[in-house]
């Protein structure tokens, strides 16, 4: 489970709307996933028992995070302490009339 943040107060707005779509049974959570390894699960009540287990954004637990953006851009995190792992995703060239935000 994850969500997408933005760049203002990205943790605190992003975490408030994940409690939003975990409340709604309708939402598109609420289907079931199963993984390459046969394992079902419903995403909607996973993150219902999580949003229990973790009220708050500053008291939720993480196993990781992903970040995106250019190469140049995410130079400043090559020797950051708190990075255990980390590896390349796609690669793909820059098109005139798509503009990356960072």
């Known amino acids: 489970m994850g969500f997408q943040a933005t760049d203002e107060k990205p943790d605190q707005i992003a975490y408030r709307e994940l409690k939003k779509v975990a409340k709604d049974r309708d939402s598109i959570l609420n289907t079931d996933i199963t993984s390459f390894d046969g394992y079902t699960y419903n995403a ?59």
Do not use: E, M
């Open 44 to 102: 909607w009540n996973y993150a219902r028992r999580y949003l229990k287990k973790y009220p708050q954004f500053k008291t939720a637990k993480y196993a990781g995070i992903i970040v995106s953006g250019q190469t140049q851009n995410l130079a400043q995190l090559k020797n950051a302490r708190w990075i255990k792992y980390s590896s390349v995703g796609a690669v793909i060239k820059i098109k005139p009339y798509l503009q990356p935000n960072k």
